[in-house]
């Protein structure tokens, strides 16, 4: 899946979606009368079931990429698109027209369904464009997904068994609540901020994936308001919505996959990197935090670390608390432009660490730098340095 989306065709995307529904609400009997609701039951399904796979792939995916890099972020995905998939297929099963499935199917529960499915995805969605990415050490994916499915059960259980005393949001021929008009702005006002988030970040970093996902927000943002003018759950209003939905998921579904493909590791070119003494890495600047965006070398594979692990790390979360004067060292070399040279601890062991800044036009972009053990010096300092192994035995064979 590659990534196309430039400003230009995300404006374009934005303006031919307003004119449409623009063109929809003009010409609204007109299309009325081609309109035939007996087929919407059907489309119904197969447009749910479009938005349900896109959310099992996005959940598929991150389960791959999560068992390379431990990210917070990556892990709530794959709790948020576990539960609104599975709510989402309940919604389906049981909108009203569908077949027996447990109890009757009802625009009751089809609604409850929904809206849960969708102020899941609006409020954990906007936590994930805040909150900063962090890394855990163990594997959750099977707790976190064991925990989405005990929410989508329990979830369906409330609904089945309360289904008699769920507060009314559609009223069939008349058009939606007050109560349900009120969470649909809500989880559009949702949408808008994460929509506003998206923005903001590619303002700061100029990466055209978070356009994919501003237009996401933007496209979700829209159903929603939809939902809240349609009068039957058959009606052509009702019909436009989920179309707007699923091409909100289709975005989704590529903003993730680009920014995920962005935390795979990058493919091993130097042998002689990776199992060389020490460790050679790089890293950035971003909103105010040291960030790594590379390093490899035998000191990760002695401490059982991956290089898919470290980057998006920060710098400071690596290094231990005693060595709030490394960090400093870091600092100055990135605020300075100059080279720095230091000593650090990390597991017990001594290291010299070497920075250069790597600077265009002036600016320091990126800073590259190399991690060596002198733990043997820094433990026998004057003494005699031990002599290695191969010379303790050719002198032992001598005396002998």
């Not at 998939?85 to 499935?101: A, C, I, N, Q, S």
Request: glycine residues 6%.
């Amino acid at each position: 899946m590659k990534n196309t989306m430039t400003e230009g065709r995300f404006l374009a995307w934005v303006a031919g979606a307003i004119i449409t529904l623009m063109g929809i609400h003009v010409f609204h009997p007109q299309l009325v009368q081609v309109y035939n609701p007996v087929n919407y039951v059907s489309f119904h399904a197969l447009l749910e079931f479009f938005s349900i796979m896109i959310s099992f792939v996005i959940v598929l995916y991150s389960w791959r990429v999560l068992g390379q890099n431990r990210s917070v972020r990556l892990l709530l995905i794959l709790f948020i698109f576990s539960t609104v998939g599975m709510v989402d297929l309940l919604h389906t099963v049981t909108f009203k027209g569908m077949p027996y499935f447990l109890t009757e199917s009802s625009v009751a529960k089809a609604t409850c369904f929904w809206i849960v499915a969708r102020m899941v995805e609006a409020i954990l969605m906007l936590v994930v464009m805040l909150m900063p990415d962090k890394l855990v050490r163990r594997d959750f994916r099977k707790p976190v997904l064991s925990a989405a499915i005990m929410l989508g059960l329990a979830i369906m259980a409330i609904v089945f068994i309360f289904e008699k005393s769920l507060p009314v949001l559609v009223i069939e021929g008349q058009g939606t609540t007050p109560l349900k008009n009120g969470l649909e702005y809500f989880i559009s006002f949702l949408h808008f901020l994460s929509l506003v988030v998206c923005l903001h970040h590619y303002y700061l970093e100029k990466c055209t994936t978070h356009l994919n996902l501003a237009l996401a927000f933007t496209l979700l943002f829209l159903s929603e308001m939809i939902f809240t003018v349609y009068q039957s759950v058959f009606d052509l209003d009702n019909f436009t919505g989920h179309i707007f939905k699923v091409l909100g998921y289709y975005f989704i579904l590529k903003g993730v996959f680009l920014l995920l493909k962005k935390k795979e590791p990058v493919p091993e070119e130097n042998a002689v990197v990776k199992l060389a003494p020490g460790a050679v890495f790089s890293f950035t600047k971003k909103e105010g935090r040291l960030m790594f965006t590379y390093m490899e070398g035998g000191l990760l594979r002695e401490n059982g670390l991956k290089p898919s692990a470290i980057t998006g790390t920060d710098v400071e979360d690596l290094l231990p608390p005693m060595e709030g004067d490394a960090l400093d060292y870091c600092h100055e070399c990135w605020e300075t432009g100059t080279k720095q040279t230091f000593l650090a601890n990390f597991n017990k062991r001594h290291f010299a660490i070497s920075l250069v800044p790597i600077a265009k036009g002036g600016k320091v972009e990126e800073i590259t730098g190399t991690a060596v053990d002198v733990s043997n010096f820094v433990h026998y300092g004057a003494r005699e340095r031990p002599q290695p192994a191969v010379a303790r035995k050719g002198k032992a064979l001598k005396t002998l």
